[in-house]
C-alpha cells in the first residue's frame, strides 16, 4: 500500500527556512518522479518541484526557483523539500505526490506559515 507521511511544516517568519520530509512506503522513491505541490488559502494546487525518476532532474515553478531545492534519500526512502528565503506568499498547506502503476497518490499535507 502506497502511503506518504509528511512533516516538517511550521510556523517562520519572512526570510527564514523549513525542510519539508515525505516518507514513502508501499513503493521506491527512486523508481518514480517524485513531486511538492502546494495550495494556498483560496488557490488551486500548484506543482513546486519535482524530481524525476531517471537522472534525478530538477524542476521548479519560477516562484521558487532559486530559493527551494528537491532532493531524495534513496536509504530512507524519503523526497525532501529545502525551502529558504521564505515569503509570506509561500503560506500553504504542502503534499507530497507521485503517480505508481497509474494511480495519483497523495500525502496527507504539512501546513508552512510564512509570517512576522
Known amino acids: 500500500q502506497v502511503q506518504f507521511v509528511e512533516s516538517g511544516g511550521g510556523l517562520v517568519q519572512p526570510g527564514g527556512s523549513l525542510r519539508l520530509s515525505c516518507a514513502a512506503s508501499?513503493?521506491?522513491?527512486?523508481?518514480?518522479?517524485m513531486n511538492w505541490y502546494r495550495q494556498a488559502p483560496g488557490k488551486g494546487r500548484e506543482l513546486v518541484a519535482s524530481?524525476?525518476?531517471?537522472?534525478?532532474?530538477?524542476n521548479y515553478a519560477d516562484s521558487v526557483k532559486g530559493r527551494f531545492t528537491i532532493s531524495r534519500d534513496n536509504a530512507k526512502n524519503t523526497v525532501y523539500l529545502q525551502m529558504s528565503s521564505l515569503k509570506i506568499e509561500d503560506t500553504a498547506v504542502y503534499y507530497c505526490?507521485?503517480?505508481?502503476?497509474?494511480?495519483?497518490?497523495w500525502g496527507q499535507g504539512t501546513q508552512v506559515t510564512v509570517s512576522s
Open positions: 505526490n507521485a503517480r505508481v502503476r497509474d494511480t495519483a497518490y
Open positions: 508501499g513503493f521506491t522513491v527512486s523508481s518514480y518522479a
Open positions: 524530481i524525476s525518476n531517471v537522472g534525478g532532474l530538477r
